[in-house]
């Protein structure tokens, strides 16, 4: 019953203007945009490998990799992520 009452077609958002529509070179710039900078991005992964060499030297659980990999892995991505930001700088 419920899917007979719905609507068969129809535009379900709203159409464009094309008059109204300002070119890519003059919209404004959205926040959020910039890379982040390189040496913020080493100094955290750096933060997160030494929690990471902390937690598997310094933890007493038969568990204490799983945190150590963990937040070593999260250091490894903050490299990743500051490499990215260099190539990026570099090729403009």
Do not use: D, N, T
């Given at each position: 019953m419920a899917n007979a009452r719905k609507k068969k077609g129809g535009r379900t958002t709203p159409r464009a203007?094309?008059?109204g529509r300002?070119?890519?070179a003059e919209r404004p710039?959205?926040?959020g945009k910039r890379p982040s900078n390189p040496a913020f991005?080493?100094?955290l992964a750096l933060v997160w490998i030494a929690c990471g060499v902390y937690a598997i030297a310094a933890l007493?659980?038969?568990w204490k990799l799983i945190p150590g990999?963990?937040?070593i892995?999260?250091?490894i991505l903050f490299l990743r992520g500051?490499?990215?930001t260099v190539i990026r700088r570099a090729d403009r």
């Open positions: 203007k094309a008059e300002e070119p890519a710039v959205q926040p991005l080493v100094l007493s659980a038969s990999i963990f937040f892995g999260v250091g500051a490499a990215m």
